[in-house]
Every structure is written in C-alpha cells, then in structure tokens.
C-alpha cells in the first residue's frame, strides 16, 4: 500500500488533532504532498501540501494559521497538525503524493497516488 492515513476522530471545536500519513519510500520520494478533504455532500476541496523543491507549504485559505503540513524523512510519513478545529473542518481527510508542477499543487491532477480517507468530526 503506497499510502496509509491514520489519526482522525471526534474532536470539540476549538481542538486540535493530528493526521499522519505514512509512504512507502518510493511514494515518499515524489516532488509533491497534499492533503485534501471532502465533507458530506460537497465536493473534495485542497487542504495543504509540501513541495520538496523549493521547501515551501501551500495552504487553503480557509486553514492557513491553523493547520501545519510538515513531514518527518526518517519515517516516510507527513503530518497535518489541525489547531482550532470548526465544525466546518469535518471531513474525510485524504493524503496524496505525486510530482506535480507547481500549477497544480492545490489541484487533485498534481497528485497519482492516494491513501485511504481518515474521518475528522469537529462537534461538541
């Protein structure tokens, strides 16, 4: 399984959680990471994303300040530290990876391997 996503769960607004997303190491290898959501009902949406080449993190505006990709090279595996969670926040969050061009960072066609959804519920 070229990728697995793991730490979703109920959270109280205001919470935070962390997602993991662990890679085979040559999955881990590609230019590009993302994250990505799709709640009940609506369409999958960017979240966040990594890009090895330049060392920069991208972020949907909605999450920008409160949510943090980073990954860990030792361990093949890419987080998304989630802070002050909303209700709008719930969804099935899906890892990504692949060598997109930078045009395509926020878009699902930069992106050719996919771990498994993990559910996040933000509600009290």
């Known amino acids: 399984v070229p990728l697995q996503a793991f730490g979703g769960g109920l959270v109280q607004p205001g919470g935070s959680l962390t997602l993991s997303c662990a890679a085979s190491?040559?999955?881990?290898?590609?230019?590009?990471w993302g994250w990505f959501r799709q709640a009940p009902g609506k369409e999958r949406e960017f979240v966040a994303a990594?890009?090895?080449?330049?060392?920069?993190?991208y972020y949907e505006d909605s999450v920008r300040g409160r949510f943090t990709i980073s990954r860990d090279n030792a361990k093949n595996t890419v987080y998304l530290q989630m802070n002050s969670l909303q209700p709008e926040d719930t969804a099935v969050y899906s890892c990504?990876?692949?060598?997109?061009?930078?045009?395509?960072?926020?878009?699902?066609?930069?992106?050719?391997?996919w771990g498994q959804g993990t559910l996040v519920t933000v509600s009290s």
């Open positions: 990504a990876a692949g060598n997109a061009i930078l045009s395509t960072t926020s878009s699902a066609r930069g992106y050719d391997s």
């Open positions: 190491e040559r999955t881990f290898s590609r230019n590009t």
């Open positions: 990594f890009r090895r080449g330049n060392n920069r993190a």
